[in-house]
T-cell receptor
């Protein structure tokens, strides 16, 4: 148990559906991250929030929309996804990002396994 | 060519063996992470390094900044160490990941 929870753990959705992934951390962290892990590919960093502001957006398609309403919660809103978006989506949190240190040690959630049909 | 290369891709060992997993990178970094991913997807952060060596229980991680190389060692390996080990490097405000090394430790 890392102190980072994700729901749902599994999600199957059609290409026309709208769904949201939720991440919650109980560690008092101020930075949160969304990662994507596709089959047979390395992890990819999607979004970074620090102190509830988005600080990184790695050319992610607009069908993925993150939201960070407070430092404990992070959402990933999904709409009109494609089958190639099927992957494991991982959330992580850390202490605040500092300009002299970058990202700190991250604590990962268990992930949401998404299947787009 | 991936900026972060891990070797080997797959590794099978007998319980008790000493394990080494290597990571080489081609970019300037501010830190390097070693992660452990268990079947089912959960990831645990093992180490964060910017220089030298760190030890935690049976795990040892080293980094040579000049050679752009890091190693993760597992002493007295155990079947519960079976997992995918991922090397990740911080490049400014980005993270780059290796493809992972799948370790299987047989009893």
């Amino acid at each position: 148990e890392t102190g980072v929870t994700q729901t749902p753990r599994h999600l199957v959705m059609g290409m026309t559906n709208k769904k949201s992934l939720k991440c919650e951390q109980h560690l008092g962290h101020n930075a949160m991250y969304w990662y994507k892990q596709s089959a047979k590919k390395p992890l990819e960093l999607m979004f970074v929030y620090s102190l509830e502001e988005r600080v990184e957006n790695n050319s992610v398609p607009s069908r993925f929309s993150p939201e960070c309403p407070n430092s404990s919660h992070l959402f990933l809103h999904l709409h009109t996804l494609q089958p190639e978006d099927s992957a494991l989506y991982l959330c992580a949190s850390s202490r605040p990002i500092r300009s002299d240190r970058g990202y700190d040690e991250q604590y990962f959630g268990p992930g949401t396994r998404l299947t787009v049909t | 060519k991936n900026e972060v290369e891990q070797s080997p891709q797959n590794l099978t060992a007998q319980e008790g063996e000493f394990i080494t997993i290597n990571c080489s990178y081609s970019v300037g970094i501010s830190a390097l992470h070693w992660l452990q991913q268990h079947p089912g997807g959960g990831i645990v952060s093992l180490f964060m390094l910017s220089s030298g060596k760190k030890k935690h229980g049976r795990l040892i991680a080293t980094i040579n900044i000049q050679e752009k190389h890091s190693s993760l060692h597992i002493t007295a390996s155990h079947p519960r160490d079976s997992a995918v080990y991922i090397c990740a490097v911080r490049v400014n405000n980005d993270m780059r990941f290796g493809a992972g090394t799948r370790l299987t430790v047989k009893p």
